[in-house]
């Protein structure tokens, strides 16, 4: 198949020798603890065969659905935070042109999302932009009770009736929860809302191959059989002990032990702004706990060399990068020719203003590995449904076997509660009051 590649000479040259062989020796035991169930959050790999099983019909039904809001609607928000959010956000920003928002010819509905930041500013702007659109909601959240996307969804319900009248409201708001319990389930079937289910077995950042990620990328008018034949053919990829996922688990987990307690996800594409994030979740939840963990952060490049670059080039060196570098860009920009050459540019003259761009990121990778920094690479050939289907894949796959090689269990996030516990405690919520009473004493 034409595939992602993943290229780790530039990043196990750094390690000693021996550690690579000895990480990589775990590496069939935790295959084989996914693949037969029997690894600690084994009632959360639904994941794992999610993109073979994904019938036809199943995604008809998502398509008919997002053909009816997309007739209703110009514009669509998704409320939904962490994993029912991030992922839809990565590949519809991946995908689309960044400026057609501003364009706005009426080609594609405009996407939004709230219900990940309980701003108080941006919900009243997010209101007064509605008030002069035909807008529909997704309301995606898991556990149905998650109070950032249940606040947001709620002004958004009552603007969204208001404004649109109680019957349309019930053709243009869609939930995408649990088939059972919580509260959006309890709102979609006493509304009547369209609603899609989202599998018990796959955690909230496994879920962007279900309705969650789905549905607001079908909306947005992207192609969802060759996301889905990506993530397929990878997950066809990865089924022996040794492949692209594997070898990237390893190698991680080697520098990890080898002091770099840091992996920076790099990309050179302003698109693929919201795949660092969604990766960051991925890693973040799956790995940081029991107090080991390797710490995800992810930087912009060119950006950002102008705001970490120096940081990483001279800073503490407990880091390394793995550097997403997409060979084909969609459009084509030459740097015209200026007969005063005022701005000295005149050398790039008729060359593609990739072609800058990829000696930047050789530059970078060059003077990076030299001050320190051991480098993966991960190349796509393309941005495109294909390859992004095939990069979630492998990164959620990679991020089983990581986990494992580091002792915990990838698939719960325990440590999330904490914050809410606190805050209901703060707001006096019904059944938090002992909390609230210990929490008063500390303050
Ligand atoms: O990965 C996770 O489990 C979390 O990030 C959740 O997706 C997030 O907290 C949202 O939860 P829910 O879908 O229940 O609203």
């Known amino acids: 198949m034409n595939a992602i590649r993943l290229e780790l000479d530039k990043a196990t040259a750094f390690l000693p020798e ?11 035991a935790a295959q084989q603890a996914l693949e ?20 036809p019909d199943f995604l008809a039904e998502i398509k008919a659905c997002a053909a009816t809001l997309r007739e209703h609607c110009d514009t669509i928000v998704v409320a939904g935070i962490g994993g029912s959010y991030l992922g839809a956000r990565a590949v519809i920003e991946a995908l689309g042109n960044q400026f057609e928002w501003l364009a706005n010819d009426g080609s594609n509905p405009i996407m939004l999302f709230a219900g990940n930041n309980i701003g108080e500013d941006y919900l009243a702007e997010l209101s007064a932009y509605l008030r002069h659109r035909k807008f529909g909601v997704i309301n995606i959240s898991k556990s149905g009770t998650t109070t950032e996307t249940a606040l947001a969804f709620r002004l958004l319900k009552k603007q969204c009736e208001d404004q649109r009248g109680k019957e349309t409201a019930r053709k243009v708001i869609v939930a995408v929860t649990d088939a059972a319990k919580g509260a959006a389930r309890t709102t979609a079937d006493q509304e009547g809302y369209t609603s899609f289910v989202i599998p018990d077995n796959v955690g909230g950042r496994f879920s962007v191959l279900t309705p969650v990620g789905l549905l607001p990328i079908a ?4 192609d969802l059989d060759a996301l889905v034949k990506g993530a397929a053919d990878m997950e066809a990829e990865c089924s022996s002990d040794d492949n692209i996922a594997t070898r990237y688990a390893a190698v991680r987990n080697a520098l990890y032990r080898a002091g770099k307690k840091i992996e920076i996800l790099v990309n050179y594409q302003p698109k693929l702004h919201f795949m660092n994030e969604w990766w960051k979740q991925l890693y973040g939840e799956s790995e940081g706990k029991d107090g080991v963990g390797i ?5 912009d490049f060119t950006t950002d060399l102008h705001s970490m670059g120096q940081w990483i080039q001279e800073g503490e060196r407990t880091i390394f990068e793995t550097v997403i570098s997409v060979e084909k860009p969609r459009h084509t920009v030459l740097v015209p020719h200026d007969e005063e050459n005022l701005d000295g540019l005149n050398f790039l003259a008729g060359k593609r203003v990739d072609e800058v761009n990829k000696m930047a990121e050789l530059g ?22 294909y390859y992004l289907g095939q990069l979630i894949y492998f990164f959620e796959r990679a991020c089983g076997i990581s986990g ?23 707001l006096g919520k019904p059944g938090y009051e002992a909390e609230t009473e210990a929490l008063k004493a500390r303050l």
């Open 295 to 299: 710490f995800p952060a992810a930087v």
């Open 364 to 385: 970078t990778l060059l003077a990076h590995v030299d001050g320190g920094v051991p480098n993966l690479r991960i190349v796509m050939p393309e941005l495109n449904e």
């Open 36 to 55: 037969q169930q029997t690894c600690p959050g084994n009632d959360f790999l639904g994941w794992m065969h999610l993109p073979s099983g994904i019938t």
């Open 219 to 222: 909306c947005a008018g992207f």
């Open 404 to 426: 494992l090689l580091l002792n915990v269990n990838p698939f719960d996030q325990p440590g999330v509660e904490a914050y809410k516990k606190n805050m209901f405690a703060l």
């Open 18 to 28: 021996g550690l690579l062989d000895e990480v990589k020796a775990a590496v069939p």
